[in-house]
């Protein structure tokens, strides 16, 4: 299993910027796929999750109105649109996919700055 992000970088507040996560070695179209962040100093967060279809969406109360969340599974691909960032959205963001406690895979992340 891989996880490969991409998309992060400086942006100034108020700004947006798009995530993506390609995955490869399980069949994507099968799973759930979710978006967790860390900043520094703090505990990583669960920020987004996707459904296998793409049907539903469920995302953390701090970027609920903000962030959306999408996958194309021709692609194998997740993204994460994030809109009228926040200084505090600051962190590396992870794609994560799971389906038990050993069958956990993160990405190596992709950092995201926001700052004037």
């Known amino acids: 299993v891989q996880l490969v992000e991409s998309g992060g970088g400086l942006v100034q507040p108020g700004g947006s910027l798009r995530l993506s996560c390609v995955a490869s070695?399980?069949?994507?179209?099968?799973?759930?796929m979710n978006w967790y962040r860390q900043a520094p100093g703090k505990e990583r967060e669960y920020v987004a999750g996707?459904?296998?279809?793409?049907?539903?969406?469920f995302y953390a109360e701090s970027v609920k109105g903000r962030f959306t969340i999408s996958r194309d599974n021709v692609k194998r691909s997740v993204y994460l649109q994030m809109n009228s960032l926040k200084p505090e959205d600051t962190a590396v963001y992870y794609c994560r996919f799971a389906t038990s406690a050993i069958n956990d895979y993160w990405g190596r992340g992709t950092q995201v700055t926001v700052s004037s």
């Open positions: 996707i459904t296998s279809t793409g049907g539903s969406s």
């Open positions: 070695g399980f069949t994507f179209s099968s799973y759930a």
